[in-house]
């Protein structure tokens, strides 16, 4: 089993910066493939990044290329979402999930994830 918590979202001003953290616990992340989706009311859950079972490889949606970074600290077993030149369209529920079986062809699809957060709220207003 693993737990996965995200912390650090808030309201930042377009343009503006967040960090969100997804620090696991249960189970160390290595060999995990990790990723961070988001959602907002009445839509579909929408893939941001991921990070390959090896940890050599990441994605992103198209939407945040060049301005959001996936990045881990195996040491804390912690997943971050750097998030850069923030628009009011990034606004959503921000979700980490985590599966030890997930192919590279299937690192955009959120069921091909078995563990979830909780999620985290960002908000990109002026």
């Known amino acids: 089993q693993v737990h996965l918590l995200e912390s650090g979202g808030g309201l930042v001003q377009p343009g503006g910066s967040l960090r969100v953290s997804c620090t696991a616990s249960?189970?160390?992340?290595?060999?995990?493939?990790m990723a961070w989706f988001r959602q907002t009311p009445g839509k579909e859950r929408e893939f941001v990044a991921a990070?390959?079972?090896?940890?050599?490889?990441?994605y992103y949606g198209d939407s945040v290329k060049g301005r959001f970074t996936i990045s881990t600290d195996n040491g804390k077993n912690t997943v971050y979402l750097q998030m850069n030149n923030l628009k009011a369209e990034d606004t959503a529920s921000y979700y980490c999930?985590?599966?030890?079986?997930?192919?590279?062809?299937?690192?955009?699809?959120?069921?091909?994830?078995?563990?979830w957060g909780q999620g985290t709220q960002v908000a990109v207003s002026s």
């Open positions: 999930a985590a599966g030890n079986r997930v192919i590279t062809s299937a690192l955009r699809n959120h069921a091909a994830y078995e563990w």
């Open positions: 249960g189970r160390t992340l290595r060999g995990y493939a």
């Open positions: 990070l390959s079972r090896t940890g050599g490889y990441t």
